[in-house]
């Protein structure tokens, strides 16, 4: 069982929307704080957006106003909204869930999925 399922990728145009969706089984989505994170070819992977279990949320600066993170406990789903779609969004995004509990740290992570943005 994968632990991490993204979908919604696709290729859109400047100033497109799409929407991710990433569901979780298996492991302890309620209390986990999910992320989702970006690889662009030749680049670093980056973390572009994350949720806490109450709901705080976080975003890099390039997509901040433009993507928003949500999530869903009872169907443990995390959702990555994504307007105003630039070129420089272009990567794969992947779904990210760390989980702290008891002073152990554990970590999981989607097979990622292809978002290209044409201009």
């Known amino acids: 069982q994968v632990p991490l399922v993204e979908s919604g990728g696709g290729r859109v145009q400047t100033g497109g929307s799409l929407r991710l969706s990433c569901a979780a089984s298996?492991?302890?989505?309620?209390?986990?704080?999910m992320s989702w994170y970006r690889q662009a070819p030749g680049k670093q992977r980056e973390c572009v957006a994350a949720?806490?279990?109450?709901?705080?949320?976080n975003y890099a600066d390039s997509v901040k106003g433009r993507f928003t993170i949500s999530r869903d406990n009872p169907s443990n789903t995390v959702h990555l909204q994504m307007n105003s779609l630039k070129p420089e969004d272009t990567a794969v995004y992947y779904c990210?869930?760390?989980?702290?509990?008891?002073?152990?740290?554990?970590?999981?992570w989607g097979q990622g999925t292809q978002v290209t943005v044409s201009s």
């Open positions: 990210n869930a760390v989980i702290n509990r008891r002073g152990a740290r554990t970590e999981y």
């Open positions: 949720i806490a279990s109450g709901d705080y949320t």
């Open positions: 298996g492991i302890s989505f309620s209390s986990a704080i």
